[in-house]
Each structure stands twice: as C-alpha cells, then as structure tokens.
C-alpha cells in the first residue's frame, strides 16, 4: 500500500466520484453496511431493551420500542463536490437515546415557573461517538486498499 496524505487522499476521492461514480458509490454501500454492523453492536452491548420490550415478540411490538431494529443507511449524494453516504437510527426515540432529554423531576403546573426546579439530562448512551474512534482506522485502510486496486485496474 502507498501511503497518502489527507489532502492527497480527498482529491482522489473527488476524482473518482467523477470519473468511476458507480465502484465508488459501491464502496461506500460495503462501507456504511460494515458501520452499520458495528453501530449495532454497540448498541445492543450499551443500549439493554427494558423488561416490557423483552417479553414482547417482535411482531407485536410497538413501533416505539425498535430502536435496535432501525439503524439505516441512507442515499449517496454529494457534500462538498464528493459522493457521501450517512447512517442513522429511524426511530423517532433514537435521539433520546443518543444524547438524552430534559427532564425536571418533582414539577407540578400549579407551582408556576417561580418553583420550577433545575432540568436536567436523562441518561444517554452516545452509541456513535463510542463507534466512531475504533471504525476511522478501519476505514482508512479500507480506502487506501480500495484506491490501490482502483489504480491497479487503471481506473484512476
């Protein structure tokens, strides 16, 4: 493998979405599966479903409580004048988990704002900021792997 700088390395990306846009959008398909894979290991080690979601089968659970189920890869499109593709979690809760919610405990309407006690944060796992570090290692390597071969086939 040849090593690239950065700089280097964003101008081969640019080019190759021009010029051979359909292995690269194919590679960013294998890419955000294999994030994919990994953002769902993180989840179900971090994120444990409650008892009530345990003892439900999943043909009867209610659409709220699939969070482990909705993680999604999203369309190619371009940002910047380079081809991107992004994962996320469908679910309409999945943002609570990720970095919490307000919360203020012990506040009653009728108190008015006067009494209102200090909101805070509830519990959140940030399943992708634990993937994110271990997984750009693994997807330098794959890119440089991938524009050695690209270059090889004469392609680039």
């Given at each position: 493998m040849s090593v690239v700088s950065v700089g280097e390395?964003?101008?081969i990306m640019k080019k190759a979405g021009q010029l051979i846009p359909k292995e690269t959008k194919k590679f960013l398909k294998t890419e955000t599966q294999k994030l994919k894979r990994h953002l769902l290991r993180e989840a179900n080690n971090s994120v444990t479903p409650s008892k009530i979601e345990e003892n439900i089968?999943?043909?009867?659970?209610p659409r709220h409580l699939k969070y482990h189920k909705s993680f999604k890869a999203g369309k190619t499109y371009k940002y910047n004048q380079?081809?991107?593709k992004r994962v996320f979690n469908a679910s309409r809760h999945g943002w609570f988990i990720e970095s919490g919610r307000p919360v203020a405990r012990g506040y009653k309407k009728r108190d008015?704002?006067?009494?209102m006690p200090?909101?805070?944060?509830?519990k959140h796992y940030k399943v992708?900021?634990?993937?994110?570090?271990?997984?750009?290692?693994?997807?330098?390597d794959?890119?440089?792997q991938w524009v050695?071969?690209?270059m090889k086939e004469g392609k680039l």
């Amino acid at each position: 493998m040849s090593v690239v700088s950065v700089g280097e390395y964003s101008e081969i990306m640019k080019k190759a979405g021009q010029l051979i846009p359909k292995e690269t959008k194919k590679f960013l398909k294998t890419e955000t599966q294999k994030l994919k894979r990994h953002l769902l290991r993180e989840a179900n080690n971090s994120v444990t479903p409650s008892k009530i979601e345990e003892n439900i089968d999943d043909e009867n659970r209610p659409r709220h409580l699939k969070y482990h189920k909705s993680f999604k890869a999203g369309k190619t499109y371009k940002y910047n004048q380079a081809l991107s593709k992004r994962v996320f979690n469908a679910s309409r809760h999945g943002w609570f988990i990720e970095s919490g919610r307000p919360v203020a405990r012990g506040y009653k309407k009728r108190d008015g704002y006067r009494n209102m006690p200090t909101i805070r944060r509830s519990k959140h796992y940030k399943v992708y900021g634990k993937v994110i570090p271990p997984f750009e290692k693994i997807w330098s390597d794959d890119t440089e792997q991938w524009v050695d071969k690209m270059m090889k086939e004469g392609k680039l």
